[in-house]
């Protein structure tokens, strides 16, 4: 039995507890200099602020990079691994106070985990769609997602092409990011408006806005700033 349209709640957007993510990339910006993107995104990858900072003003006024970075403080930075915004965070550490450079180093996730996660639960639904089949005797249709889950290699080349018109590299990698982690938290409200379709799936909860882990983590980047802040 499946649901309708107007049973169905995810969520879009806002997320209680978790501020969202920050994307910070290095690259030549429009000009040929070497700049620092900083993209400030909602829980589900929505942008809400986005900064190019060229290195070398950086070093001869460092106040606006760290009031811009201030504004990431109970946020996740994301990327494709760990190691680039690391690295990112390195070329700027002498620069930001100690407790909000403890705080970003601190809250990385990368998009191949939260990928894993939402197939990781996808596999859940279907197992257990399989197990309401076999306790009753009339047929059921099987479980389809609306999107199929990409390979993140797919997934990280159709995000680069989306993007590479964009006013300068630096800025490009920012935005195609963006667009993957937005990507990806779509990839798992179709997971869920799919499974909430299905009234015997009911069950395993109520629609959640992002994944457990991955909502875990927001949520920690949020209260672990609160805690320096008090």
């Known amino acids: 039995m499946e649901a309708s349209e107007n049973e169905l709640s995810v969520p879009v957007d806002y997320v209680p507890g978790a501020r969202g993510h920050a994307v910070l990339t290095v690259g030549p ?13 909602s829980p589900t990858g929505r942008a809400g602020g986005a900064w190019v900072l ?107 092409r989306a993007y590479s018109t964009a006013a300068s590299p630096v800025a490009a990698r920012a935005l195609a990011l963006t667009a993957a982690v937005a990507s990806t938290a779509q990839l798992w409200q179709d997971t869920e408006q799919a499974r909430y379709r299905r009234v015997y799936l009911r069950s395993l909860g109520d629609p959640q806005p992002l994944p457990p882990r991955w909502l875990a983590r927001l949520r920690e980047a949020v209260a672990s700033t609160s805690l320096v802040s008090a």
């Open 29 to 41: 910006d429009n000009d040929g200099g070497d700049a620092l993107a900083v993209w400030r995104l």
């Open 54 to 160: 060229r290195f070398d003003e950086v070093e001869r006024n460092p106040e606006q990079l760290r009031r811009v970075m201030s504004m990431l403080q109970d946020r996740c930075l994301i990327d494709w691994n760990e190691e680039a915004p690391t690295a990112a965070l390195a070329r700027i550490a002498e620069v930001l106070p100690a407790e909000l450079l403890t705080a970003l180093q601190g809250n990385i996730v990368t998009i191949p985990e939260l990928l894993a996660e939402i197939s990781e639960h996808r596999s859940t639904y279907a197992a257990a769609m399989e197990q309401h089949r076999a306790s009753i005797k009339s047929k059921i249709a099987p479980l389809a997602w609306p999107t199929e889950m990409p390979d993140q290699q797919d997934l990280a080349g159709w995000a680069a």
